[in-house]
Structures are given as C-alpha cells and as structure tokens.
C-alpha cells in the first residue's frame, strides 16, 4: 500500500474524492476480500471514523464509489451517428478497464471466491442504475429516438461488444485499438441491430 504521509484537511467533495479514491485503488491493489476501513481510511489519509459515519463496511464504500466513478456515455442527442457514438462507448470501455475503477470491477468479477450477492450487488448499484452501460447506453438511446428496433436489442446483442473487447484483452493482453473497434462496430453490433430507421 502507498505511503500517504500526514493526513490533511479535507471536507465535502475533496475528502468524498479522496476517499472514492482511495477505495477503489485499494480494491484494484489488494482485491476486494481484503478490502478494510483501515487501508481505504490510510490510503486515502483520513480518520476511520470519518468513514464510519456514512458507510457501514468497506464493500458498501467501494459499490459507491465505484457508481460515482463510473463512466458516462454521451450519444448524440439527436441519435444521428449510430456507428460513432458506439466505437466512443467501446473506447471509453477500454479506457475505463485500465483505471483503478476498472480494476477494481474486473478484481471482483474474475474473483473464484467471489460472494454472488456481491457481483449482484455491483450489477444493480453500478450498471444497472442507468439502465446499461457502454454500447448498451448507446443502442437503447437509439431505440428511444426511433432509430431502431428495440425488439433486436437482445441480451446478446446488447452484451456485444463487450464480450468482443473483453475477449480481445483476455487474448492479447492489450486493450484493442481503434480501428479493431470500428470493426467489432462494423462487423458484429451493426448488422446484429438491423438498419436504422430515418426519422422526420
């Protein structure tokens, strides 16, 4: 664990950030099942106490700040570049996957001792919040707007892509690069969605 010196005077979204922080690198580091209010509260180089106050155990911490960390997808407001704001959500993906965040989600999914309510519990607070995440946010978006066929976006075809990128970082070790997004786009979202539809 890092060295965090002195503790410093922090209050209201600085120490929130701080902490936020704190957890999710500490997951990423020592994995959650190891997870303590003590190495978050050094980390982060603040009082046990004060994360006491608002959160009962580290687990109930790091589900938070793993939602508060989370990427945002930003699709085209009006829904006009389907093939564009996927390869974006892609890329944020394989962005979001290096950071500490990332780390941290991937330390308790690929754990073989993994608590089911845990994995469960990640699924409901942090993706399952906004309705998806990555190219799932993407293609519901569309679908809102008319552009496609909701009733093509199966649980296969809205796990697409991030089984494609995920496999391909399992495979090469590597995150993959944009023109292998624009063809995991290409090749397997975009015929598996069906034409968009034009809209007046």
């Known amino acids: 664990m890092a060295d965090t ?35 978050i509260a050094k980390r982060a180089a603040t009082a046990r106490t004060t994360l006491y106050r608002r959160w009962s155990d580290p687990l109930d911490l790091l589900l938070e700040a793993l939602a508060e960390l989370h990427p945002v997808e930003q699709p085209d407001p009006g829904a006009h570049d389907l093939r564009g704001d996927l390869i974006a959500s892609l890329r944020l993906m394989t962005d979001w996957s290096s950071s500490a965040a ?11 001792a993994r608590d089911p309510a845990v994995v469960e519990a990640l699924f409901e607070r942090v993706f399952a919040r906004r309705g998806g995440t990555f190219t799932q946010t993407v293609l519901r978006h569309y679908a809102e707007h008319g552009r496609l066929d909701p ?15 995920t496999k391909r970082m399992i495979d090469t070790g590597t995150a993959p690069d944009d023109a292998y997004l624009a063809a995991i786009v290409d090749q397997a979202i975009l015929p598996a969605v069906g034409p968009e539809t034009e809209t007046r």
């Open 102 to 112: 990332g780390r941290a989600v991937m330390a308790i999914v690929a754990d073989p």
């Open 151 to 165: 009733d093509r976006l199966t649980p296969v075809v809205l796990d697409i892509g991030e089984a494609l990128v």
């Open 5 to 39: 010196g002195a503790r410093t005077r922090r209050r209201g979204k600085a120490l929130l950030d701080a902490i936020y922080a704190a957890a999710v690198e500490e997951a990423a580091a020592a994995g959650p099942g190891r997870l303590t209010m003590d190495a």
